[in-house]
Nanobody, 115 residues
Framework: QVQLVESGGGLVQPGGSLRLSCAAS????????MYWYRQAPGKERELVAF???????NYADPVKGRFTISRDNTKNMVYLQMNSLKPEDTAVYYC?????????WGQGTQVTVSS
């Protein structure tokens, strides 16, 4: 079955960096668009970025210029490099893919930006 496992979250000071990873299995990874979402306390889950199978990328306005999404189709991995982190980036970050009409999500990884 489809499995997505995020890692790399943690506590970081404002202005710092983190790299999130998502390990995928159970589907043909190289063919799928991969997404990163986030959900802050009391807020709805929102799209952060996505990357197509050939590697074209798209970012939400709040993270443009600071975050970079990438993928390694040989390792079935998708990454989110987060630089210049701000307190408002604090959230649980989720990896997602869509197969057929069904969305599959990972369990999430917590990112906390605080001094």
């Amino acid at each position: 079955q489809v499995q997505l496992v995020e890692s790399g979250g943690g506590l970081v000071q404002p202005g710092g960096s983190l790299r999130l990873s998502c390990a995928a299995s159970g589907f043909t990874f190289s063919r799928n668009v991969m997404y990163w979402y986030r959900q802050a306390p009391g807020k709805e889950r929102e799209l952060v970025a996505f990357i197509s199978s050939p590697g074209s990328t798209n970012y939400a306005d709040p993270v443009k210029g600071r975050f970079t999404i990438s993928r390694d189709n040989t390792k079935n991995m998708v990454y989110l490099q987060m630089n210049s982190l701000k307190p408002e980036d604090t959230a649980v970050y989720y990896c997602k893919t869509i197969i057929g009409l069904k969305a599959s999500w990972g369990q999430g990884t917590q990112v906390t930006v605080s001094s």
